[in-house]
């Protein structure tokens, strides 16, 4: 399987106005964290750090189920999350459902935690999906939690597919960072 040009997904993000860069594990990834963003950091076409945006890092690892494809992970990082917690999950686990007629949108929700309600609400991601609705990379985004971070995955084929994508995933992430800073993870209460 061809390797995944990050490099050019790089450039082609750096032309909509995010700051990225390709990414290294022992300059990007703090020590402690580096055992649990292996997984979705570490795979054999690398992965983009940014210094703009609401995502943190987005690494691609290559599939092959049916024909080859690259799963992508856009990592948003927390120190709070945790994914042994099920408040996170019932707060942050998400995915889009929706129903076309003729490739248009007829209609579309989130189902899962509380962010599934931030998410229908927001307009801009709404008219995103919309737009980009008959693109796999669109389609298939789901919003899971792992140690440290808050994962929005996605299929892609190439950076061509995966760029116009990339508003709606940074759309959802700023929603996850709302959310997270509106509440409290990880703390311990005695009543």
């Not at 994962?151 to 997270?180: C, H, K, M, Q, S």
Request: with cysteine.
């Amino acid at each position: 399987m061809p390797v995944f040009q990050i490099g050019a997904l790089a450039n082609a993000l750096e032309d909509q106005g995010f700051s990225c860069r390709i990414g290294s594990m022992e300059l990007d990834v703090h020590p402690m964290k580096r055992p649990y963003f292996e997984r979705w950091l570490s795979n054999r076409d690398g992965f983009l750090r940014f210094a703009s945006g609401n995502v943190d890092f987005l690494g691609v690892e290559d599939v092959m189920r049916m024909g080859p494809f690259y799963n992508v992970y856009c990592l948003v990082e927390n120190n709070s999350i945790v994914d042994t917690d099920d408040n996170a999950h019932k707060l942050l686990d998400a995915a889009p459902y929706f129903q076309l007629h003729n490739g248009k949108v007829t209609s579309m929700g989130w189902s899962g935690g509380v962010i599934a309600n931030m998410l229908d609400k927001d307009t801009a991601l709404s008219e995103e999906f919309a737009r980009y609705i008959m693109k796999e990379e669109v389609k298939r985004i789901t919003v899971k939690v792992a140690n440290y971070c808050c994962i929005i995955e996605t299929r892609a084929w190439e950076p061509d597919g995966l760029a116009p994508a990339f508003r709606a995933i940074d759309r959802i992430a700023y929603n996850i960072r709302r959310l997270v800073k509106s509440i409290h993870l990880g703390e311990y209460v005695d009543k």
